[in-house]
């Protein structure tokens, strides 16, 4: 949102419908919206789906969420099923659909935000194999994404915002053919359809669709069926899958007679420039190899650059050709040698403006009937003030006032109600060379011999009357020649042009506005003023007579100019502050290595970021690092002692550096300024000491403190992996010892069951046996008592009828059937047993049975006393 302007174009809803979607037959969407009516889709003028409004909705929320995401892919349907018939006819058929996906997503990284994607128009066709999941926010079958919320407050119309930017702009990053997209936001029954692209973004105003039918059927029938390059594609890059788990796209490029080359890419990009960013240059590196029709590889690697270019403006390779072909004819005018110049610039192989359909690729063929909102149109307001941002960490970092990013060389852009839009030209070129850039770079000494290269390549800018503008360590690569040279090419030349060229001309964009990366501008640019307004310059007597006399001469009044052009001077300031950050981003391995946690922050390091700052914006720090020599002696104390050579050697060519701009600016005038030949002993001046430093500088490789930090926070996960690792193996280990304790606890308690139940077993026979024995004796009882009894019979049928026996009688009568009860419970005792232990009952049965038989057969004698040794006792 940030790179956004802070009021974007407003439209109608008709007219997006007629400018900024494929067209559609008004006839075919009466005879859509007749059937819906007919088959109830469309109810009393309103979606059948969508009595009320979502915000009237009792019940829980995520459920009430769900029917409303889910109604949007039924709506769709029915639009499709509905016109599907009429558009077979213009053989039209339908190529992407609307579907509901509720899910949330959190990206990984700092710098991205967890968004919520609910619907997603998907393409029939897949564009890989395998298809990407659908609820993957990133796959390139999305066509367009729907943005819901249930209400209608500002933090909800915020956030759903929020998450429809978000979701727009990591498509087109992570998309590299998409040209442009589009969204719907709908917040209760508000609806939104939004356009984005590299030159322009806009939103239609807001409409009630679930009482307007007739926008959202015109809309679903636009996208639903267009063709892929209706719906943004670029049919000149094609997803492939060389191997199953790599992805890379084939670039077609034209070639000067018109011949097709495919180039694929290799790895990773190589440069992603404001990838976030939705309008822009949207810049893509890449290495690549051409490939056959055969998708076999016929070349050796080089660069692919596809960027978006301002419509008026040249492209790389006219750049380069307009350099060289000038240079050329100054030098041989001069009589200086000029065979060699290429050397300073990357060769190119193709560079061409992207063709769709016979068309060069710009805005204005977007889609046939694509407009510019008009002047007249509204605006709306794209609010920042809860935008989440993220310090160096990954920590969500609030801000109150938030920080718009100037677009570059915005100057030359058409002014369109209030905001800046500019139109652009889809490039692609080639470059032979694959280099290293500079911050890749750890040794100082190659650093600055490339430094010196590049400053006699500035030189042919000069002769060419070229400014650079654009100095970084990203734009001077590092390669080695076939014969051994190690060279450092310019590139990026997109914001190269004549010095001093007419600032009426709307050719090109006006040179006023700075451009460049502001960790390498000039003291001048990045303050836009020049140096007499910032330090006080000292003249001694006969300077400043001498300063008299040549304006009287010139008749020139010395009064400040408006603005700061960039000149030469400010491209050659720009080598000097890339070899400071080389000295105070580095450090020795020696020093590196008292470093031990990844959050340290060196005094050396603090007072660089002091001096580089990332804003558009020139600290104090960093002028009197220029201006001042015992500011300067401040700083360079806190490098390293290893860096003092290279050290002194910067200091002179400051003192250099800072006199040349005295001596051109008092007194600071137009006519100084723009006096060519001025600037011509600026390059004789500074090549010695780049020179020096190519040869004094160390040689070894030094240690960014940046690197220095990845290498110890990789080295903190590890050992915070390890240490999880080794807490995760303790737990796993006192999980089993623990497991282990239970399991032989409960064998324990298993044994300690087993043996009770032995024992009780043991108890149980031994209790069987002694109720057998009780039965042995009871039965023995009996059979004396028997006995007994027919002795008294025997005894009483002898002797004589007396009446006196009568009692002894009546008590043995008494006493039999006692002995006969107790023996009766004995014998029950023994029949039950058979039903628990059968075994054990039939060993008791027939012990008994045995004791019975021996009773049987035991004659009447006098019975043995009771105890040890005893007849029981043996049985």
Not at 493 to 512: G, M, N, Q, S
Not at 629 to 653: D, H, K, T, Y
């Amino acid at each position: 949102m940030e790179t956004l302007p802070a009021r974007i174009p407003e439209v109608d809803v008709e007219w997006f419908i007629q400018h900024a979607v494929p067209q559609v037959d008004d006839r075919d969407v009466k005879r859509t919206a007749d059937i819906l009516r007919r088959n109830g889709t469309i109810r009393d003028g309103r979606w059948s789906d969508y009595p009320q409004d979502f915000s009237k909705m009792n019940g829980d929320g995520a459920i009430v969420g769900a029917i409303v995401y889910g109604h949007i892919e039924d709506i769709s349907n029915a639009v499709l099923a509905a016109a599907a018939p009429m558009l077979k006819r213009r053989k039209k058929v339908v190529t992407a659909r609307t579907r509901s996906i509720l899910r949330q997503v959190a990206k990984s990284g700092p710098y991205s935000i967890r968004y919520r994607h609910t619907s997603a128009t998907i393409l029939e066709e897949a564009t890989i194999s395998p298809r990407l999941p659908l609820a993957d926010p990133n796959n390139p079958d999305h066509v367009v994404n729907w943005q819901f919320q249930l209400r209608n407050d500002f933090d909800s119309i915020h956030e759903n915002r929020q998450e429809l930017l978000n979701n727009a702009a990591d498509m087109m990053y992570a998309d590299p053919s998409r040209r442009f997209r589009y969204s719907v936001s709908i917040e209760d029954t508000n609806m939104r359809f939004w356009f984005f692209s590299r030159t322009v973004c806009f939103a239609t105003e807001v409409f009630k669709f679930a009482a307007c039918p007739k926008p959202l059927i015109q809309f679903l029938m636009a996208v639903s069926f267009a063709s892929r390059t209706e719906l943004g594609y670029d049919p000149t890059v094609r997803w492939v899958t060389p191997n199953q788990n790599e992805i890379a796209y084939e670039y077609t490029v034209l070639g000067k007679e018109g011949e097709e080359h495919v180039y694929r890419t290799v790895g990773n990009g190589i440069f992603s420039h404001q990838r976030h960013r939705i309008l822009g240059r949207g810049t893509r590196i890449w290495k690549v190899r051409e490939v056959n029709a055969e998708g076999e590889f016929i070349s050796d690697e080089h660069v692919l650059k596809d960027y978006w270019l301002s419509q008026n403006s040249q492209t790389e390779g006219e750049i380069q050709a307009e350099i060289l072909s000038a240079a050329r004819k100054t030098r041989t005018e001069k009589g200086i040698p000029c065979d060699d110049i290429s050397k300073h610039f990357m060769t190119i192989l193709h560079d061409t403006v992207v063709t769709i359909d016979g068309k060069q690729d710009e805005n204005s063929v977007y889609l046939p009937n694509f407009h510019m909102p008009p002047e007249s149109c509204g605006t709306m307001e794209v609010d920042l003030s809860k935008i989440q941002t993220y310090d160096f960490y990954g920590e969500i970092v609030l801000r109150d006032d938030p920080v718009m990013t100037a677009p570059s060389a915005c100057g030359d852009w058409p002014k369109l109600a209030g905001r800046y839009y500019e139109s652009r030209k889809h490039c692609r070129l080639v470059f032979k060379e694959v280099g290293t850039p500079l911050h890749q770079v750890r040794s100082h000494r190659l650093i600055f011999q490339a430094l010196s290269f590049v400053l006699e390549g500035l030189k042919v800018f000069y002769d060419a009357r070229f400014v650079y503008r654009d100095i970084s360590m990203g734009n001077l690569l590092i390669w080695e020649s076939e014969d051994g040279e190690v060279q450092c090419k310019i590139s990026d030349l997109e914001y190269a042009r004549p010095y001093l060229k007419d600032l009426t001309d709307e050719d090109v964009a006006p040179p006023l506005y700075r451009t460049g990366t502001p960790a390498y501008m000039a003291v001048e640019v990045l303050s836009q003023r020049h140096m007499p307004l910032l330090v006080n310059f000292k003249r001694s007597k006969a300077d400043r007579e001498q300063r008299r006399a040549e304006r009287s001469a010139s008749k020139h009044r010395s009064t400040p100019v408006d603005g700061v052009l960039h000149n030469y001077a400010h491209d050659v300031e720009g080598l000097w502050w890339i070899g400071m950050w080389t000295l105070m981003y580095t450090t020795t391995p020696q020093l590196a290595e008292q470093f031990t946690d990844s959050r340290f922050s060196s005094t050396q390091e603090l007072e660089a970021n002091k001096i580089f700052s990332p804003d558009l914006s020139c600290s104090l720090d960093r002028m009197v690092c220029l201006t001042s020599r015992p500011a300067f002696a401040g700083v360079m104390e806190l490098l390293p002692e290893n860096f003092l050579p290279a050290c002194n050697i910067m200091s002179q060519a400051r003192k250099a550096l800072f006199a040349f701009y005295k001596d051109l600016e008092t007194p600071l005038t137009n006519a100084r300024l723009q006096d060519h030949s001025r600037f011509a002993s600026l390059y004789d001046e500074m090549a010695p000491f780049f020179a020096r430093l190519a040869s004094e500088a160390l040689s070894e490789d030094q240690v960014y403190f940046h690197d220095r930090r990845k290498e110890l926070k990789a080295l903190e996960q590890a050992k915070a992996d390890k240490e999880a690792a080794e807490e995760a193996d303790r737990e796993a280990a006192e999980e089993a010892a623990r497991q282990n304790e239970e399991a032989a606890r409960q064998d324990e308690e298993f044994a300690r069951g087993n043996e009770t139940a032995a024992q009780k077993m043991v108890l149980g026979k031994r209790k069987r046996r002694g109720k057998a024995q009780m039965g042995v004796e009871d039965s023995d009882a009996r059979s004396r008592a028997l006995k007994k009894s027919r002795v008294s019979k025997r005894t009483r049928a002898s002797a004589s009828t007396d009446d006196s026996l009568e009692p002894s009688m009546a008590v043995t009568a008494l006493s039999t059937p006692r002995i006969t009860r107790s023996s009766t419970r004995g014998l029950n005792a023994k029949k039950s047993a058979p039903i628990q232990d059968p075994p054990r009952t039939r060993a008791s049965t027939r012990a008994s049975a045995a004791m019975a038989a021996s009773s049987k057969a035991t004659t009447v004698r006098p019975q043995p006393p009771k105890g040890r040794g005893s007849g029981r006792g043996k049985k």
